[in-house]
């Protein structure tokens, strides 16, 4: 293994409140990349010195090497930063597909999305850029907020407001000057979620992807009705199953070819030898850290 993040869903599989649990004792992380060192002699597709990431979730990155088949990886090419390589299987593979698969968006479009600071945030944001969509990116407030702001708008986001603003009447004017959204993607749940549901254009859909705010998401009775939403949910897991491992892999090709061309770049990243792991849980799990730990081998 050379690197792997720690993401909120390691942290869900670890508590067991997860879709999908390993038998125990099990090795943590789902998410990482690693340099092959030897094959056996059966293996075709893969050969020393190349890189890899794991196929399907439950591999158990956190480690410093293992012995793997040939169909629980997938190659990734090696001229790619090592952090986007150790963060590209799950959070920007999120965001391609739920930007792609609930909506027909055309350039121009508007997308409003919760959480736009996490790991899937940043990527909604620059993945949308690339195919010329509009981000409307909620965060919560903070004593840094204009910082957060700037750095996201580095991204590509085109508004940055914070939950508070969201809930103001007069973001009633803000879609003079822009479409009303027909895609919502949600990570918080609870009064964050019912907020985003208000600012939907008719027949639009909100994805559910995440419940950071471990709250139920709320749907008003007469935005049901009518304004017709439609309540989605995505878990890239399932995404996989739904789909040949050739697919998953045209996915990563495609997503290698935005990093190449400076269009999607790792989340912001704080590397942390894999012996200080305690440390590195901590962090991840602390509010409003800005900052995606990733564990080095």
């Known amino acids: 293994m050379l690197a792997a993040p720690i993401n909120p869903s390691d942290i869900n599989m670890i508590q067991g409140n997860y879709g999908l649990l390993p038998e125990l004792p099990a090795v943590g992380g789902n998410e990482g990349v690693a340099q092959v060192v030897a094959v056996g002699s059966n293996v075709t597709g893969l050969k020393p010195g190349d890189w890899v990431i794991p196929a399907n979730a439950g591999l158990g990155t956190w480690r410093t090497e293992a012995v793997f088949s040939e169909e629980a990886l997938i190659q990734v090419p090696s001229d790619i930063p090592l952090q986007s390589a150790a963060t590209l299987g799950v959070n920007p593979c999120t965001a391609y597909r739920m930007l792609m698969d609930f909506e027909q968006l055309q350039p121009g479009d508007s997308v409003i999305q919760n959480a736009s ?93 995440g419940g950071m705010a471990k709250q139920p998401v709320v749907a008003s009775v007469s935005l049901l009705i009518f304004k017709d939403l439609k309540l989605r949910g995505f878990w890239l897991s399932q995404w996989k199953k739904d789909h040949s491992p050739d697919q998953f892999k045209e996915l990563i090709l495609t997503l290698c070819d935005l990093i190449r061309r400076g269009q999607l770049t790792a989340p912001a990243c704080s590397q942390v030898p894999l012996q200080d792991y305690q440390s590195a849980l901590e962090a991840s799990m602390k509010p409003f850290i800005s900052s995606k730990q990733i564990l080095t081998m």
């Open 117 to 209: 600071n996490s790991g899937v945030g940043q990527a909604v944001i620059q993945i949308a850029a690339a195919l010329g969509l509009r981000t409307i990116n909620v965060v919560r407030d903070r004593p840094d907020i204009q910082k957060l702001s700037d750095r996201l708008k580095s991204l590509g986001a085109e508004h940055v407001i914070t939950e508070e603003e969201l809930r103001r009447p007069k973001m009633k004017n803000f879609f003079k000057d822009m479409p009303q959204p027909r895609l919502a993607l949600n990570c918080v749940g609870g009064k964050s979620s019912t907020e985003l549901l208000r600012q939907l254009a008719r027949g639009g859909t909100m994805v559910t992807y």
